[in-house]
Structures are given as C-alpha cells and as structure tokens.
C-alpha cells in the first residue's frame, strides 16, 4: 500500500468528497485542499489515494478498501506557522472556545473621517482555520480566508466609510484544532452578524475591552464554545462563498493577546435607531413604552448581579426618557444606586446605576 504523500489526489472514504494533499499536521491529520480551494483537516485513515503526486493513476475506491493508505505518513509540512516557543502556551480557560470580531477607528478624534480596522479575535487554546465573509444580495463575498494561532488576534482589513454597506451583514466560519498534542473535539462554528453600522459614528460605541489597548467595537462570534447565532444558510451558498473567497496574498498582523484585569460596565442604548430597525407606525408614547420595556429587562436580568454596574444610554434631548428612567428606578429598584455617566465619555446623555 502507498503511503501518503504532499500532492497526492485523494477520496475521503465515508464521507463526499476529496481534494490534494497540502501537507500534515500530525501522524493522524493531513491537511486537503479541496476543488474550491478550501483547506481542510481530515483523519488520514479517511483519505484514500486515487491519484499520486506523480500522475499515476491508482484507481477508484474499491468495496474492500484495499487501496487504503498506510498511518504513517511523510514528516510532517510546517503548514500551521508558530511564533516562538509560546506560540501555543495555553490557559486553563482557554479551552473553551471564544471569539470575536473587533473594529477600531484609525483616527478617533475625527470619527466623520476616520477609516476602520477589522480584527478576528481567537480567545482560546485551539488553532481556528476560518472564512470571514460579508453578504451581498442573496450570495456570499470571502473578505479573509486563513488560520490563525491560539490566544492571538489577526488583522483582516482596513475599510472607509464608504464600505459601511458591504459589512452590514457578515458571517464567519471556522474549525478548531491543536497541532501535534490531542484535544477535545470541537463542532465546527459558522455564525451570521448584523454589524449595526450607524455605531462607527458615536464614540461611546467603542469601549475599554480585554484585547486592545485602545477603545474597540466588538461583536462576538463564540463565547465559551456557544456560538451567538448559528447561521441557516443551504450547501450552495457555502460553496460560493468559498469560491469567492480572496486569493491575493497578504502578510498577516498577528498579535498575542494581554487581557485586562478590569470590571467593564454593561453599556445600554435605549435610543432608538438602536433598539429598532425602523420605528414606522410608532408615536412617542409607543416609542417611550418599548424603551422603558427595554430598561427594565436588563434591571431584572441583573438585579442578582450585585455591585454590577450598567450604564443606560438616553441621549439629553427633552428629558422625558431620563425623567422615566430616574421614575422607574425610584419606584421600582429603590435600593439600587443611580448617578449621572461620565460626561466625558456620554455628555449629558446617559445614567449609570450600580446594582445593590
């Protein structure tokens, strides 16, 4: 029997489907590229040679497997990059997975101007291949295809504003290894994000978080293995979304991860283009209704959240909102502490309450 080797054209054996051999990431896992350019890791007991790196023809699959490759395969490809000797040092809670998207402004003091940056966070002790896609009309655009190491976050793109439509609303798709020690098995993820685009023109909308030492807009993908919204999509769009997906090569920004050890306050817009798509059909006192409805959801979620502190967003307008609030946390949540938020940060627009 053949033993497997880079180049090699292969079947999988119990499942649809096949590609090249690009290369090994360990005795038991070869790395496929299949007919999209996707490249996939598989068991090498599932893979069987049809064709070898030199154009020798070995056949199809036969019933009694007799053309399946041996265990041992080729030394292995540095087809996963590290960095360094702790290029994969690991944290306990780093093996459940986390994941995030992370948008930072270029020049924060003029957000009308400012361009943005676009990061994929990977908070966790698993090497991620993954697809960063955006939607357009009924189909998929690949913006950043690759992998990306344990605990460290990876630049995808630099956009204007200008390109605020074409990221409204986007997805990501990733599987999850460790190179060359065993590991629990992960599902795959893929998740759907609506990117609320009008927040890349308020400042408070970019805030003190655990991966960047500046201020940054985050949408989370995973938070402890549980993805925030698993995506419908059909076979079909899966696969044009990988045929689309970019070939140009770029050099990857790779940083390690420095979390912060701080408490950050739960951060509430009650205005209104955040809390609704479109409020048609609605008059003030609709409006002021669903806002306080909003309000008194995350009160009650967080009344055993003791010292939690939260910060309601209401804008100064004509006060009737703030008035409600101050009513609703007198009447209702009296033992609760309530003062005015940072004007740096909110002017006077925003109330902090401090569960007690």
Avoid at 262 to 285: F, R, S, V, W, Y
Avoid at 332 to 355: H, L, N, R
């Amino acid at each position: 029997m053949k033993k497997l080797e880079t180049g090699d054209k292969v079947r999988f054996l119990n499942t649809v489907g096949g590609g090249v051999v690009k290369g090994f990431l360990s005795k038991h896992l070869v790395i496929v590229e299949d007919e999209n350019g996707f490249e996939v890791p598989i068991l090498i007991s599932e893979c069987v040679v049809v064709e070898s790196a030199g154009n020798g023809k070995l056949g199809q699959i036969s019933e009694n497997k007799e053309t399946l490759i041996e265990k041992d395969p080729a030394p292995a490809l540095p087809e996963v990059k590290t960095t360094g000797s702790d290029a994969a040092q690991e944290t306990p809670e780093g093996e459940q997975i986390t994941t995030c998207l992370a948008f930072l402004p270029t020049d924060v003091k003029n957000l009308s101007t400012s361009a943005y940056e676009c990061y994929f966070v990977n908070d966790s002790n698993y090497y991620l291949f993954f697809n960063y896609m955006s939607r357009e009309n009924n189909t998929w655009k690949s913006r950043y295809s690759g992998s990306i190491e344990p605990n460290t976050k990876i630049f995808l793109e630099e956009f204007d504003k200008t390109a605020l439509n074409e990221i409204e609303k986007v997805s990501v798709q990733f599987i999850a290894f460790k190179h060359q020690k065993p590991f629990r098995f992960k599902n795959p993820c893929s998740v759907e994000l609506r990117i609320d685009t009008v927040k890349f023109y308020k400042l408070h909308s970019f805030r003190e978080n655990d991966y960047f030492e500046d201020d940054a807009l985050i949408y989370f993908i995973m938070k402890n293995d549980l993805p925030e919204r698993e995506m419908l999509v059909s076979a079909g769009d899966l696969e044009y979304a990988i045929k689309e997906k970019k070939t140009a090569e770029r050099r990857p920004r790779i940083q390690r991860i420095v979390k912060k050890e701080k408490d950050q306050p739960l951060e509430i817009d009650l205005h209104a283009d955040a809390l609704l798509d479109t409020t048609a059909g609605m008059n003030n006192a609709d409006l002021l209704e669903y806002q306080l409805q909003k309000f008194n959801e995350v009160m009650t979620g967080n009344l055993r959240n003791k010292k939690q502190k939260i910060v309601f967003i209401h804008g100064k307008g004509d006060g009737v909102l703030k008035n409600a609030i101050l009513k609703e946390l007198k009447t209702k949540y009296p033992t609760c502490y309530y003062q005015d938020a940072s004007f740096q940060e909110y002017g006077y627009g925003a109330t902090m309450v401090t569960i007690k």
